[in-house]
């Protein structure tokens, strides 16, 4: 019998725990695209910024931007984590982009990127 008191002991614990496991996050819903489904992002939230250094070591580059507006940010120069290791080929100091970066685990990342030289 004491085995399936063990048992029964195991299997009220289980239930306990499961019960005080914490409500799963759901995914952040993000800004309101406007769009059609799609996940291009809209240019109008694009920035414009000048590279003015890169530390590939570090995956992230200087630029100085004008505003952010999903940041609220006002134009200033400050450095990016980038998302996309391909950029780091070919970024080069004194590019122009366009871009468009999120606060992504309290980093300040570059989530989208093009040259407008
Ligand atoms: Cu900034």
Known sequence: MK???VAAAVAAFAAFAWF???????PDPGPPSGGHGGHAVDPAVL???VV???DRAAKSVTISHGPLRNLGMPPMTMAFQIGDPAVLEWIRPGDKLKFHADAV?????????????
Not at 20 to 26: C, E, G, S
Not at 105 to 117: L, P, Q, R, W, Y
């Open 3 to 5: 085995a399936l008191t």
């Open 20 to 26: 005080m496991l914490p409500t799963p996050p759901r």
């Open 47 to 49: 920035a414009d910024g």
């Open 52 to 54: 003015l250094s890169v």
């Open 105 to 117: 685990g309290g980093a300040f990342t570059v989530s989208s990127i093009e040259i407008a030289n």
